[in-house]
C-alpha cells in the first residue's frame, strides 16, 4: 500500500527492481517521496 510503507521498504522494491540501475546513492529521499506520490497517483 502506497501510502503506508515506510521508506525503508520503498527503497528497497525499488534496489530490488531488474531495471533500476542507478547506485544506491541515487535513491534518495525525494526520489522515494516521488515514487511514492506517483504511486498514490496510479491507485486513484
Known amino acids: 500500500?502506497?501510502?503506508t510503507?515506510?521508506?525503508v521498504?520503498?527503497?528497497q522494491l525499488v534496489m530490488d527492481l531488474?531495471?533500476?540501475e542507478e547506485g544506491?546513492?541515487?535513491c534518495g529521499e525525494r526520489v522515494l517521496?516521488?515514487?511514492q506520490m506517483a504511486w498514490i497517483?496510479?491507485?486513484e
Open 41 to 43: 497517483e496510479e491507485n
Open 24 to 26: 544506491n546513492s541515487q
Open 1 to 3: 500500500d502506497p501510502q
Open 9 to 11: 521498504d520503498l527503497r
Open 33 to 35: 517521496e516521488a515514487i
Open 18 to 20: 531488474d531495471d533500476f
Open 5 to 7: 510503507i515506510n521508506f
